[in-house]
């Protein structure tokens, strides 16, 4: 990619975003989840709280489709956080997808596909 070629890590982030979501319209969910961790990891270093609560709200909604609500818990809770103190639209449907998961009952999985 260009923008890691030149070193632009801000511009990265968006890039491995739409590379997650190519990979997960593809059905490669362990592709779309490296680029993600990626994207989180670059948003989290570059204070880029828009991108970060694209991205943590992007893999919460995924692992709570795909049953997994031990990983998409705390990844929602940092997207919402980010959402309301940035006053970033989209917020509820991210409180929306969390409710819907219900209560932590430690569900046991042991798996954190987030990276987080």
Known sequence: MIVREIGDRAGLIPALHNLAHLALDSGDLDLAFERWREALGLARETGDARRLFHVAGAMGQVLAQ???????????ALA?????????????ALEQTLAGLGPDEGDGSGEDASGA
């Open 80 to 92: 919402i956080q980010v959402g309301r103190q940035s006053g970033l639209p989209g917020v509820e």
């Open 66 to 76: 795909i049953g997994q609500p031990a990983p998409a818990r705390p990844l929602l």
